[in-house]
């Protein structure tokens, strides 16, 4: 069978020559021959098939490293990881589209789906777990449970310097724990965490041996059924909604943005040399961005938030298993505490899991 120039299978695969090269570099779609002289590569017809399954894939904006999965399983299988895809990508969609909807009227003044009284039906019951674990001399990061925020920090720059910065941001933060009008959520996140970010410069400006210190913060704050979410660093935040988990922030890691571009995949992540490498903390000196997001609280939701001394030491799975099987908050805290203890728990490890609850519930009250 005759090969083709890179240049004709671009043209009959849909893609650029430019996604090609891109494609070979990360194994997705090796050439068959490479002229050692001239460095021009050549394809199979037969190729043509993946080719432009990678295409249509990539049309719907999955990342080259879940693509690099997806292509090469047998088609059923193929179909059933695609299948996952989409359903992930459409319940982000659909908490943007929550957004948009309250922002659209929010700013046209028809903020009026919910009666302030609707949304005080609804309540957190939640419980708070947090282990120095089997390896560090200290405790790093802090936490604060309320009846309207959450919050998990976990400090970085060392014997003590890390104990005090996630100590002073919960502490900036923990003024939020009261009532905020929906329509204010983002911004009094946004406000406090810049707060927060002045506290930890003034605190190394007064003290130059705490220089380096620093700190990762994910935290929830809830008016009614609306809920802000502010994040920066490593720390997570998950939704557990209708049986299914969802990862709701994005780690501000080196490795994270490699699996983005598709250079490493998630297993890989588990493992790589670099995993604990930040990209984004809060440490007085750089103003980085937090990620601010907006959520719609739905009776039945569970959220987890949790240092990377969980979701750094126990799988995934194990994780969504407890907090799907587990119905009692203290408890399901408690076990996933014991996962990282049983698998040498080298970090800090700190957990809240927090259930939205109906507050005329006589069992479910917050605490």
């Known amino acids: 069978m005759a090969l083709m120039t890179s240049g004709e299978f671009a043209q009959a695969s849909g893609l650029s020559r430019k996604a090609l090269r891109l494609y070979d570099e990360l194994g997705l779609l090796a050439p068959v021959r490479v002229d050692p002289q001239s460095g021009y590569r050549f394809?199979?017809?037969?190729?043509?098939?993946?080719?432009?399954?990678?295409?249509?894939?990539?049309?719907?904006?999955?990342?080259?490293?879940?693509?690099?999965?997806?292509s090469a399983l047998p088609a059923a299988a193929a179909a059933r990881q695609l299948a996952a895809y989409w359903d992930q990508v459409e319940a982000e969609t659909a908490a943007r589209r929550e957004l948009a909807s309250f922002l659209v009227g929010y700013l046209s003044g028809k903020d009026n789906e919910m009666t302030d009284d609707t949304r005080e039906m609804l309540t957190i019951r939640?419980?708070?777990?947090?282990?120095?674990?089997l390896v560090r001399q200290d405790n790093e990061d802090a936490v604060y449970a309320g009846s309207r925020?959450?919050?998990?920090?976990?400090?970085?720059?060392?014997?003590?310097?890390?104990?005090?910065?996630?100590?002073?941001?919960?502490e900036a933060l923990r003024p939020l724990d009261t009532q905020v009008p929906s329509?204010?959520?983002?911004?009094?996140?946004?406000?406090?965490?810049?707060?927060?970010?002045?506290?930890?410069?003034?605190?190394?400006?007064?003290?130059?041996?705490?220089?380096?210190?620093?700190?990762?913060?994910?935290?929830?704050?809830r008016s009614g059924s609306r809920l802000g979410l502010v994040h920066i660093g490593d720390?997570?935040?998950?939704?557990?909604?209708?049986?299914?988990?969802?990862?709701?922030?994005?780690?501000?890691?080196?490795?994270?943005?490699?699996?983005?571009?598709g250079k490493i995949t998630p297993d890989e992540a588990w493992s790589h040399p670099q995993r604990m490498m930040l990209l984004r903390a809060l440490d007085g000196q750089h103003q980085h961005e937090p990620d601010l997001q907006f959520h719609e609280a739905r009776a039945g939701d569970r959220y987890l938030l949790s240092s990377d001394g969980l979701h750094a030491t126990v799988p995934a799975g194990e994780v969504a298993r407890v907090l799907l099987a587990v119905a009692d908050p203290e408890q399901a805290a408690a076990e996933l505490i014991t996962l990282a203890i049983d698998r040498g728990a080298p970090d800090n490890v700190t957990c809240i899991v927090a259930d939205i609850v109906a507050a005329s519930d006589p069992v479910t009250m917050a605490r």
């Open 126 to 133: 939640y419980a708070v777990r947090s282990d120095i674990g």
């Open 235 to 261: 720390t997570r935040a998950y939704l557990v909604r209708a049986g299914e988990i969802f990862q709701i922030t994005r780690d501000h890691t080196v490795v994270q943005s490699l699996v983005d571009e």
């Open 149 to 170: 925020l959450l919050a998990v920090a976990d400090g970085v720059g060392g014997h003590a310097a890390g104990e005090v910065a996630s100590a002073a941001v919960i």
């Open 43 to 70: 394809y199979s017809p037969a190729q043509l098939e993946r080719a432009r399954l990678v295409a249509w894939l990539r049309r719907l904006g999955m990342p080259l490293a879940a693509i690099r999965t997806v």
């Open 183 to 221: 329509g204010e959520l983002l911004n009094a996140l946004d406000h406090a965490v810049r707060r927060a970010d002045g506290a930890l410069h003034d605190l190394v400006a007064a003290n130059p041996s705490l220089a380096g210190l620093g700190t990762t913060l994910t935290a929830l704050l």
